[in-house]
Nanobody, 125 residues
Framework: EVQLVDSGGGSVQAGGSLRLSCAAS????????IGWFRQAPGKEREGVAC????????YYANSVKGRFSVSSDNFKNTVSLQMNTLKPEDTAVYYC??????????????????WGRGTQVTVSS
């Protein structure tokens, strides 16, 4: 059974930082797309940062470029999201996800097969 456990959310003031972590069991990250998504109330789930399964390159949504950084450890099967200079509009539930198929690229929710339960990030102004 595949399980993803995401953690590290919390409440911070604007300008602060948080680091989210995701640990996987039952699946290896190697050669698979992995990513972080978020969903705010009343909004669709959106891709924030993803690592391509084909070459390990990183994709970032325009809204987080220069502020967020994704890193993965394929040996430990973990992926992290360092979030700096947080803004109130970053408030959402954040989810990690992994593609069940190797070699995939992209950062849209329908592509990913396995999901964490989510961790809440709240940024106050």
């Amino acid at each position: 059974e595949v399980q993803l456990v995401d953690s590290g959310g919390g409440s911070v003031q604007a300008g602060g930082s948080l680091r989210l972590s995701c640990a996987a069991s039952g699946i290896t990250f190697s050669d698979r797309a992995i990513g972080w998504f978020r969903q705010a109330p009343g909004k669709e789930r959106e891709g924030v940062a993803c690592v391509a399964g084909s070459d390990g390159s990183a994709y970032y949504a325009n809204s987080v470029k220069g502020r967020f950084s994704v890193s993965s450890d394929n040996f430990k099967n973990t992926v992290s999201l360092q979030m700096n200079t947080l803004k109130p509009e970053d408030t959402a539930v954040y989810y990690c996800a992994v593609d069940g198929v190797k070699g995939g690229d992209g950062c849209y929710p329908n592509m990913f097969d396995y999901w964490g339960r989510g961790t809440q990030v709240t940024v106050s102004s």
